[in-house]
Nanobody, 125 residues
Framework: QVQLVESGGGSVQAGGSLRLSCAASTYIYWSNRLCMGWFRQAAGKQREWVSSISRDGRITYAGSVKGRFTISQDNAKNTLYLQMNSLKPEDTAMYYC?????????????????WGQGTQVTVSS
């Protein structure tokens, strides 16, 4: 089972930026997965999909973050990134990276079989 380790969370003021990283423990799994993505879960709310990259390079974003967040990957480092700009208080949540090949619709949590432990992002107004 691949391990995913997130980092880069923290506390920022509204309008600020953070860059999240997600390192995968195995290259073979990393190169074969159908989907790599970011999800978030705010306190008292359900987990929601934020963004994903499919194996064929298709990138998609949730409407709430489109234009502010950018997902990218560095295959040489087995690492997924999420650059978050113009942060808002409503972006406050625990952010999780995930990887999987159970479905080719990468906005579905069902597609993912490996999850990181999460990194907290707090945005103050």
């Amino acid at each position: 089972q691949v391990q995913l380790v997130e980092s880069g969370g923290g506390s920022v003021q509204a309008g600020g930026s953070l860059r999240l990283s997600c390192a995968a423990s195995t290259y073979i799994y990393w190169s074969n997965r159908l989907c790599m993505g970011w999800f978030r879960q705010a306190a008292g709310k359900q987990r929601e999909w934020v963004s994903s990259i499919s194996r064929d390079g298709r990138i998609t974003y949730a409407g709430s973050v489109k234009g502010r967040f950018t997902i990218s990957q560095d295959n040489a480092k087995n690492t997924l990134y999420l650059q978050m700009n113009s942060l808002k208080p409503e972006d406050t949540a625990m952010y999780y990276c995930a990887a999987g090949s159970r479905d080719d619709i990468c906005s579905r949590a069902y597609a993912y079989t490996s999850w990181g432990q999460g990194t907290q992002v707090t945005v103050s107004s």
